[in-house]
């Protein structure tokens, strides 16, 4: 019996073919809307988690409560013993040291003379130890406009903007104007090793990019760092791990009075991150649900009508003395094999899409001009463990409540009716 | 041949509701069907034959009185015992044919015998058997889009006549036939109904229909208005 019933669902295509591919976009739909949702949201963290806050980061409370200001006469120092200790206690994460720093960069003419001069906002990291991930992490190798990485002391990126309105080029000069981390004034010297653009109004307007030996150096802050930024090592923010995280590496300190005591944050802790954070999971999880549902409703809707448009086919098997129950279970049986085909195709597709997004992401760099705040000017989807199952609840579980609501009417109406309504 | 009541009506009344009134479709009907009968209702629209067919088919129940087929009473019996008894003992023809369109004419003629859990040789055995008294054996890959209206209504005979039935319920079988058509089905039927001793009732208006009956029950306003008997 199930392989007649099988047969006929192959051979007619208005029951098999257009509700697998109905079921399929639905859930292609769903799936590729929430990672795609999931990534937009995403991004906005990971950008800023790469440039400034970190999955988790380490300071002293005194930079914590500052630390919009970036306070590095209140930075940690014996970094290099901290930072043994963070990678031996979370082998799991990766850390990298940052300096975050202000300040003026005067540009010379040929006889020396102040061209123009512009403020900057610095950021010392990792660039000359073979091996190191902060040049990826800040994808600054594909950023790179004109001029190369730096590959010696002393030398500098740029980002384009900021070169071009001092009018420095690749190999020029450029003077540091700060302050050191004991307040004193400071001047050092850079060779310009190349220009950026990172696709973000903010950083592209007046950002610098250092090693981190030469930014210790000019500020003389020898053996310490502002921050100590640690990632996961998957890349994406885990804020129920960075949170663990956090609170195991405080507890060792919870009752060390001296201000200048290590504290970690998770990025969630840190400023308005938190409540971005949580509008971020609101979010996606708000317009992930009221997407299923419209796909629900739609697939439900598809569900009613096939079984509707049965109820003729439905009058003769009662006719022939098959039961209102067997043909009820067939029914659902029907769309069970409905919603898995369409869910398993769409889910498919869903991830096909979602992968391509995420790999080459769609540049809405033209819209960003201007912005003001750190956003990423390439959105990419970012596929979740969510995206495997989540098109099943449209797809399959809406499909066969559809069915099972329009098989609902066969019991109710009277046999004769059915019959009535296969002879119309 | 034994002549037993195959289908007893005792006053049976029928009534549907119709807005806040009712409307009375069967009126006390009195009727005795005998094994191997070759009957019809015959009646202008509203007399009450789709009604009454209906109920002798167990898909309708009477609102009084009593409907015994194969000395079952239709009022009593549970959903599942009328589908078993119509699974069991009774064919329907209809007035559209109603085949599945997307199985063949083997597959719409097999259907009665998979819900009967007939071995699959039995079945094939049988289909064709059914086939050959419509003469339709060479076209058991075809499907009912590809037939003439008068062979789609053979097929339909074959499906219910496949499995043997005590009775087949005919609904105006030859509504959408032509003159040539109706009279080759009807031929068919009276050939099945002599050879397989299957008992017939129809309900019809047709004429052509009519002209083949050996007994006919004329219904008037949902009762029993007079009988006709044709002499063998």
Redesign the interface.
């Known amino acids: 019996m199930i392989k007649f019933l099988l047969k006929g669902l192959i051979r007619d295509k208005s029951r098999s073919r257009l509700p697998v591919i109905v079921v399929a976009t639905g859930v292609m739909l769903t799936v590729l809307m929430h990672a795609y949702i999931k990534g937009l949201m995403g991004d906005t963290i990971e950008m800023n988690a790469r440039f400034s806050n970190g999955h988790v980061k380490v300071m002293t409370k005194a930079y914590a409560e500052n630390m919009n200001q970036t306070p590095n006469d209140l930075a940690l120092i014996g970094t290099a013993k901290m930072l043994s200790n963070l990678k031996n206690q979370f082998p799991e994460m990766e850390w990298a040291q940052r300096i975050q720093f202000g300040g003026l960069i005067d540009a010379p003419d040929e006889n020396g003379e102040t061209k123009a001069q512009g403020p900057a906002l610095g950021i010392g990291l990792d660039l000359l130890t073979a091996g190191t991930k902060e040049t990826f992490r800040l994808n600054l190798t594909n950023s790179l406009v004109r001029g190369k990485m730096p590959e010696n002391k002393g030398e500098v990126l740029l980002s384009e903007g900021l070169s071009q309105k001092l009018s420095v080029n690749p190999g020029d000069k450029v003077t540091f104007i700060g302050s050191t981390m004991n307040g004193s004034m400071t001047v050092f010297n850079f060779s310009v090793a190349g220009t950026l653009s990172f696709g973000n109004e903010i950083l592209d307007k007046g950002a610098i990019i250092v090693d981190i030996e030469d930014v210790r150096n000019a500020l003389d802050m020898s053996d310490a760092t502002g921050e100590i930024l640690g990632f996961f090592q998957n890349g994406f923010y885990d804020d129920e791990s960075a949170i663990n995280t956090s609170e195991k590496f405080n507890s060792a300190y919870s009752g060390n009075p001296d201000e200048f005591a290590p504290v970690m944050k998770s990025l969630s802790q840190q400023g308005s991150m938190g409540q971005y954070v949580a509008m971020s999971e609101y979010w996606v999880n708000y317009i992930a649900f009221v997407f299923i549902i419209a796909m629900s409703l739609v697939l439900w809707n598809a569900g009613l009508l096939g079984g509707l448009r049965r109820y003729g086919e439905v009058g003769i098997r009662l006719a022939m003395g098959e039961e209102k129950g067997q043909v009820y279970r067939t029914m659902i049986f029907e769309s069970v094999i409905i919603g898995l085909a369409g869910s398993l195709i769409g889910t498919f597709l869903g991830l096909f899409f979602a992968w391509l997004i995420q790999k080459y992401g769609i540049d809405i760099s033209g819209l960003m001009k201007g912005s003001s705040i750190m956003m990423p000017s390439i959105i990419r989807a970012r596929i979740t463990p969510a995206d495997y199952y989540l098109g099943f609840i449209p797809g399959l579980i809406s499909t066969v409540l559809g069915t099972m609501l329009s098989g609902i009417g066969i019991y109710k109406r009277q046999t004769a009716r059915l019959f009535k309504e296969l002879e119309a | 041949m034994e002549i037993s009541p195959i289908i007893r009506i005792e006053k049976l009344v029928k009534k549907f509701p119709m807005g806040k009134s009712e409307f009375t479709a069967l009126n006390g009907i009195e009727l005795i069907i005998t094994r191997g009968e070759f009957a019809g209702l015959v009646g202008p629209s509203g007399s009450g034959k789709t009604t009454l067919l209906?109920i002798v088919?167990s898909?309708?129940v009477p609102s009084s009185g009593e409907a015994f087929v194969l000395g079952r009473s239709i009022g009593n019996l549970t959903?599942?015992e009328?589908?078993?008894?119509?699974?069991?003992n009774?064919g329907?023809i209809?007035?559209?044919y109603?085949l599945?369109?997307?199985?063949t004419v083997y597959?719409n003629v097999?259907?009665?015998l998979?819900?009967l859990n007939y071995s699959a040789s039995d079945r094939k055995k049988m289909v064709m058997d059914s086939l050959e008294w419509v003469g339709l054996a060479d076209k058991i890959k075809s499907k009912p889009p590809q037939l003439s209206g008068g062979e789609c209504q053979r097929v339909a005979i074959a499906r219910a006549m496949v499995k043997k039935p005590s009775i087949v319920l005919a609904d105006e079988p030859t509504a959408n036939l032509d003159a040539a058509n109706s009279h080759n089905i009807l031929k068919t039927m009276v050939t099945l109904n002599r050879e397989l001793k299957t008992t017939f009732l129809f309900a019809t208006h047709d004429d052509k229909v009519i002209s083949y009956l050996r007994r006919k029950i004329f219904l008037l306003d949902g009762n029993v208005d007079r009988e006709e008997i044709k002499p063998n």
């Not at chain 2, 599945?100 to 199985?103: I, P």
């Open positions: 209906n088919g898909l309708d959903t599942k009328a589908a078993r008894l119509r699974k069991e009774l329907f209809f007035q559209s109603n599945l369109a997307v199985y597959e097999e259907f009665p998979l819900l």
